[in-house]
């Protein structure tokens, strides 16, 4: 019988100054430290990128508070997401949710197109799905729904691929974030061989 094996070990740090409290992730006790220092790179490299996107290198006075969720951390598979929320006057402030997902074998940050078949139109697959669960639940879309971007966000959570939308990138504020968790089992045709997502498909 194969070892199934064991979550990774995270760590919270925290980033304290005036007007800025961010919660993140560190992966700690990995036996390949290569690995560990891979992973833990990117994570912090994104936590800097949300900093720049709300605008805290041009203005230190907004508020920013932050914070993460693990998605799966399991089978060699490290899912998470960053949220950053900033406020600088108004009605609500802006908040920002960005997908990390690893293959933890090796430190690599995996993209949506890295968990299909080459050659495959995973877009237009993932779209078809996505667009009858917006008919189903009677959602109302800004300007329509054609395609997600080549770039998606995304997470795994249980045996499913959820994909995500960002404030006003489909629906309205009030709305949130969108988000379609489609079956693994349903997409398996076009999920390929070497995919994480075959690992969370198989039965140990």
């Known amino acids: 019988m194969n070892m199934i094996p064991l979550p990774v070990q995270i760590h919270t740090l925290s980033m304290r100054k005036p007007h800025l409290k961010i919660r993140y992730p560190m992966v700690i006790e990995l036996t390949d430290k290569r690995i560990e220092t891979k992973v833990n790179n990117e994570i912090i490299k994104t936590v800097n990128n949300l900093l720049s996107q ?3 290198t041009q203005n230190p006075n907004i508020e920013i508070m932050g914070s993460y969720e693990i998605k799966t951390n399991e089978r060699n598979i490290l899912s998470l997401i960053l949220i950053s929320y900033a406020y600088s006057g108004g009605a609500h402030g802006f908040t ?3 997908g990390l997902t690893f293959d933890m074998t090796t430190g690599k940050l995996v993209s949506l197109k890295d968990l299909f078949k080459k050659d495959i139109p995973y877009k237009k697959e993932l779209s078809e799905i996505i667009q009858q669960q917006i ?5 109302f879309i800004l300007g329509g729904f054609n395609e997600i971007f080549p770039e998606q966000d995304y997470y795994i959570a249980d045996k499913s691929l959820v994909i995500f939308f960002q404030l006003y990138q489909l ?5 949130g974030f969108p988000a379609f968790p489609i079956s693994l089992y349903s997409i398996r045709n076009i999920v390929g061989d070497d995919s994480i997502l075959r690992r969370m498909m198989t039965f140990y």
């Open 171 to 175: 629906s309205p504020y009030a709305q």
């Open 54 to 56: 709300q605008n805290h």
């Open 96 to 98: 920002i949710i960005k």
């Open 135 to 139: 008919e189903e639940r009677d959602m």
